[in-house]
């Protein structure tokens, strides 16, 4: 028994140019899916660029400390260097042990 074959031809771009045609409940909710989570992802990224700009902001506050605490350090090492001389000092005990 030889079972008939039916073929639907697909129309061309051309044979349905100018055609209103409805998509699918499926593929319209396909379609708001894909939307919804570029959206979402498009979000994220504005969230990471943002902590990122708060970060760098974070490290310039930090890099300028360094950078005031250094200069502390050096003015307190002439200091003590103008007034003691040059040595080393034992920071735990406080004993400066002098160069010649």
């Known amino acids: 028994m030889a ?3 039916t073929t639907e031809k697909i129309p061309s771009p051309q044979e349905i140019a100018g055609e209103a045609k409805k998509f699918t409940p ?7 899916n894909i939307q919804i989570r570029m959206d979402q992802i498009i979000l994220q990224l504005g969230r990471v660029h943002l902590s990122r700009i708060r970060v760098n902001e974070q ?4 890099k300028a400390e360094i950078s005031k605490i250094e200069k502390e350090e050096q003015d307190l090492a002439k200091t003590l260097s103008d007034k ?4 080393s000092l034992d920071i735990e005990t406080g004993t400066f042990t002098p160069t010649e």
Do not use: M, Q
Request: no cysteine; glycine share 12%; charged share 45%.
């Open 3 to 5: 079972v008939a074959k």
């Open 26 to 32: 499926e593929e319209i909710e396909s379609l708001k």
């Open 59 to 62: 490290e310039e506050l930090v």
């Open 84 to 87: 003691y001389g040059r040595g």
